[in-house]
């Protein structure tokens, strides 16, 4: 095993999940405060060495799996590059020296990624075959981060916050198992047997209710009373035009690029998405701060 299996292993390119850990940072009013970025920044460092470890864990169980994948037979362990027994050992270390690290940061932090290290633990080893609960243990992996990262600054969460991360979170889960039944086809069993609880069809039926909620759960949140007291605007709803822009052009990346297999990876590769994601941070921040 080579430094560079390890760090391919706990796939840094899916750390990009963890930015949700800085929105609570920007709708708290806080984003310019050095210190706060300091304790989001050393939560974000932690998390992504926690969430790394779990990768990790996450392919040894799915080793065999993971053989017969067309992309996945690629990784370190799949492919024979690492060994299983380094592979474990990795894991074991890097769960620890994280879990250590953020108890000295924050209590609360430490717990949050206790119950996120159980929850994928359980999802790997059973719950990933329980049709539909599947996708919400996905979606509960975003909650816990935006979480995560109030609980590291000390700020209250907006339940708008957590709602519109769910459901995006889950519209993102939705299309990933979309995708990964579109690109194996008819092997989409043999690799991962929850597929075969799920049809095309289905799924389009679900991201259609959860596209449909995403939109107007994030127009009623910039529209709300409490939001208007809470941050003395209500201009937020123009960051709408972006929200829809971003969830239509990654329908269309879905649907007739055959992409969403993997949407860390689509987000930075995706110059229009990537362009329309800065967009509208820009626009929040512009709106929030700039009075």
């Given amino acids: 095993m080579t430094i560079r299996d390890l760090l391919q292993s706990l796939r840094p390119t899916q750390w990009t999940k963890n930015l949700f850990i800085f929105a609570p940072l920007v709708f708290a009013m806080d984003f310019f405060k050095p210190d706060r970025w300091l304790r989001t920044g050393a939560g974000f460092a932690i998390f992504c060495l926690f969430s790394g470890s779990i990768y990790l864990a996450n392919d040894v169980f799915d080793l065999e799996e993971d053989k017969r994948h067309p992309k996945k037979s690629q990784r370190p362990l799949a492919s024979g590059r690492m060994a299983k027994s380094e592979a474990v050992l990795a894991a074991a270390v890097l769960a620890v020296l994280s879990l250590a690290l953020a108890f000295v940061l924050n209590r609360n932090f430490f717990i949050v990624c206790l119950v996120y290290g159980i929850l994928q633990l359980a999802y790997s080893l059973k719950l990933k075959h329980v049709v539909i609960l599947d996708v919400f243990l996905i979606a509960a992996g975003f909650v816990l981060r935006v979480v995560a990262g109030g609980l590291v600054i000390d700020v209250p969460l907006s339940s708008w916050l957590l709602i519109c991360t769910m459901l ?88 007739q690029q055959g992409k969403g297999g993997s949407p860390e990876e689509l987000v930075i590769k995706d110059k229009p998405l990537l362009l329309d994601i800065v967009l509208w941070i820009a626009a929040v921040i512009v709106i929030l701060y700039a009075k």
Wanted: proline content about 2%.
């Fill in 168 to 255: 995006l979170a889950l519209f993102l889960a939705m299309s990933k198992r979309r995708h990964e039944l579109v690109l194996l086809e008819e092997n989409a069993a043999s690799h991962r047997p929850i597929l075969k609880e799920y049809s095309a069809y289905l799924l389009d039926q679900m991201i259609g209710v959860v596209t449909a909620s995403t939109v107007i759960a994030y127009c009623l949140y910039t529209v709300s009373e409490e939001t208007a007291a809470k941050f003395g605007t209500n201009n937020l709803i123009f960051t709408t035009p972006f929200v829809l822009y971003g969830i239509f052009r990654y329908l269309y990346l879905v649907h």
